[in-house]
């Protein structure tokens, strides 16, 4: 039964027969992990085509994986529940989609859209217990495959830590590998600016950002993961960009990715939906 599971996973996982033969007798469980980091740099369509054995070369041997937070690990963007709480979700919306398109500065739409919404202490404890942020599907599985390869996972965001950490905390990633925007506010809990020493806060922050990871952990091979033009700026320093479009699909950011999926369940049968650049 075990040996006729291995040769339907293999089958599945899509390993070339020569290639196959080699991991017939490697542990189950392990089989699984490294099938599953197989299939994601694969296109299926068409099923002949394959992506580049470099950049899947890099995807199967990466130490770490830097994550964006807004739209990827999340399914919606933190500023604009931000801007739902405020009350100013239809303005703030508009000059979201300009930011996440690569058609103002980061820093430009960031301070414009803070000083809208004018944001509080009291709006993100609201966020946090009351309407708190969804998790993508298939993440916490993906994050857990990550994990059993010793793959460390960093968040690089342009987001909010004061939004961000409540939910890395529920997933275990540790507050110094979360990198990303901080509000600050007064002594009455009212906005008072945010940190502009911060690397994400301003265009090409998550470039720095990724280089400044590399360097710290002494990481050999990084891939950036996430759904907007800023994080596919990353690369380089990150080695690879995959293009997530499981919330949002962008054109702009599938057309420069190395690598784009719509999925990150890890125990679907098929493989992620993907396409070259």
Partial sequence: KQWYQRRVAITAGGLHPFIAKRFLYLPYPFLLSFLWLNSIAMKITPPTRMLSEEIKKLIQTANCFCFDFDSTIITSEGID????????YEVIGKLTKKAMSGNMSFREALTKRLDIIQPTKTM???????????????????????????????????????????????????????????LIFDDEG????????????????????????????????????GDGMTDSEARPPADAFIGFGGNVEREAVRSVSDFYVTDFSVKKKKVPTATLR
Wanted: aromatic residues 8%; hydrophobic residues 35%.
């Fill in 81 to 88: 529940d931000l801007a739902k709480e405020a009350g100013k």
């Fill in 124 to 182: 993100i404890h609201n966020l946090s217990t009351e309407n708190p942020a969804i998790i993508t599907p298939g993440f916490r599985e993906l994050l857990t495959e990550l994990r059993l390869r010793n793959i460390d996972v960093h968040v690089v965001s342009g987001g909010f830590d004061n939004i961000i950490y409540e939910t890395t905390k529920l997933l275990g990633i540790s507050p110094d590998h979360v990198h990303a925007n901080h």
């Fill in 190 to 225: 009212n906005y008072d600016g945010f940190d502009k020493t911060r690397f994400t806060s301003e265009s090409m922050g998550k470039a720095r950002c990724v280089q400044y990871i590399k360097a710290k952990y002494n990481y050999k091979t990084m891939i950036m993961v």
